[in-house]
């Protein structure tokens, strides 16, 4: 097995661990050809059938896709467009999803100290 610092999910190279949660992982990760840098949050699957997760993760990366990039009337998702456009830190972009047989993979916006 290689180590985990020239692990590959598609076109990003792993790095350190940044987190460890109940169904997966946070690790830091570079894309290869950008350089730039990302989180990628590891979900395994076996772990989200289990427990019965599997609407609410689909529910979870629905939101995260269209919370940024749907025009609205809403006055609250509108705010959380303005703010993300101010650097609101407390906002999250999810840039990708990729998967394979056993995990899911979320290309997330890194945040530094966060």
């Known amino acids: ?19 460890v949660g109940t169904f997966g992982k946070v690790k830091h990760a570079t894309h290869s050809v950008t ?3 990302v989180a990628i949050k590891i979900i395994d699957k076996q772990q ?16 995260m896709k269209n919370v940024l990039s749907n025009p609205t009337t809403d006055e ?13 830190k407390h906002i999250v972009q999810l840039y990708e999803v990729l998967a394979s047989k056993s ?7 890194l945040i530094k100290g966060g």
């Open 76 to 88: 609250d998702s509108s705010s959380i467009r303005n703010n993300k456009s101010k650097g609101n």
């Open 103 to 109: 995990k899911i993979y979320l290309i997330l916006e």
């Open 1 to 19: 097995m290689a180590s985990s610092s020239n692990r590959r999910i598609g076109p990003y190279i792993l790095g350190k661990g940044l987190g």
């Open 48 to 63: 989200i059938r289990q427990n019965n997760m599997a609407n609410q993760i689909k529910r979870e990366v629905a939101i």
């Open 35 to 37: 350089k730039k840098e």
